[in-house]
């Protein structure tokens, strides 16, 4: 039997990249998991069935490719790993600002960089950002500013790795998320007061969207906001 085309999601132990892990490991596929921490990435691998969960530190870009090694025959890539600094300019902290650029920006281009040999000649990519990017909110901004780079990002690495296609999903506050469900309801509230469907966007409605942008074949260089049309309130 030929080999198995693989999914990687990188940040796949929890939250959006874990929905997306579990759903193609629900439909058979070799999944490979990624966490901070190699237990608990392969516990989360065992309990949604994903064939594996490595250990890989987006904050030390150069230690990525040794981690990735093992890594073979990907057809899928996600990278959706977060740390988030909550972080304003008038109480600066560089080293969690440096932290989480270094992960997202670096490290997302590398995880690229060091998976490209073993990327089928079809393969797609997405990269998570989020719409902190067009409306901050209280210490968001070094995850503003990095969100806002990852729309740059997709469109240079989709000229330079095309038929490789490249996009990047940007969320509006997914209510159902680990991050925010357990807000203050009147914070969640006024999120969802503001948003024209009445409802927060889900974990579901992303994976959707996720499996749209690694799976159509004629999409790449797109930046897909996903915000049940929070944007245009
Ligand atoms: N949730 C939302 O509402 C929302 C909205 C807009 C955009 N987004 C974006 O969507 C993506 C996923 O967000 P989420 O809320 O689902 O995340 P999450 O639940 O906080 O999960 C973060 C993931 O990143 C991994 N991770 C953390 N630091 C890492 C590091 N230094 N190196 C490698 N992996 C690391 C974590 O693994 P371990 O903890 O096991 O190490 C975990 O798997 C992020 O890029 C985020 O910016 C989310």
Excluded: C
């Excluded at 058979?28 to 065992?46: F, L, M, P, W």
């Excluded at 969690?96 to 040999?117: D, I």
């Amino acid at each position: 039997m030929a080999e198995q085309r693989s999914v990687v999601v990188v940040g796949g132990t929890s939250g959006l990249g874990r929905e997306i892990a579990a759903h193609y490991a629900a439909k058979g596929r070799h999944v490979v998991i990624s966490g901070r921490d190699g237990q608990r990435a392969q516990t989360a691998a065992d309990q949604i069935g994903a064939k594996s969960g490595i250990a890989l530190d987006l904050a030390e870009p150069r230690a990525i490719a040794a981690a990735l090694a093992g890594v073979e025959n990907v057809a899928h890539l996600v990278v959706a790993a977060i740390d988030r600094d909550e972080n304003t300019v008038r109480d600066y902290d560089v080293g969690r600002a440096t932290a989480l650029a270094t992960m997202k920006l670096v490290g997302y281009t590398e995880v690229v960089h060091a998976l490209l040999p073993q990327l089928v000649s079809d393969a797609s990519i997405v990269m998570f950002g989020g719409l902190a990017k067009d409306r901050p909110y209280a210490g968001s901004t070094t995850v503003t500013t990095v969100n806002g780079a990852v729309t740059s990002m997709v469109r240079t690495l989709a000229v330079e790795l095309a038929p490789i296609r490249v996009n990047a999903l940007h969320p509006a506050v997914v209510g159902d998320s680990p991050y925010w469900r357990d807000k203050p309801p009147a914070v969640l509230d006024n999120l969802r007061s503001r948003t024209p469907l009445g409802r927060l966007v889900s974990m579901a409605d992303i994976v959707g969207a996720a499996v749209f942008l690694l799976e159509n074949q004629a999409v790449t260089g797109i930046n897909l906001r996903v915000d049940g049309g929070w944007l245009l309130t």
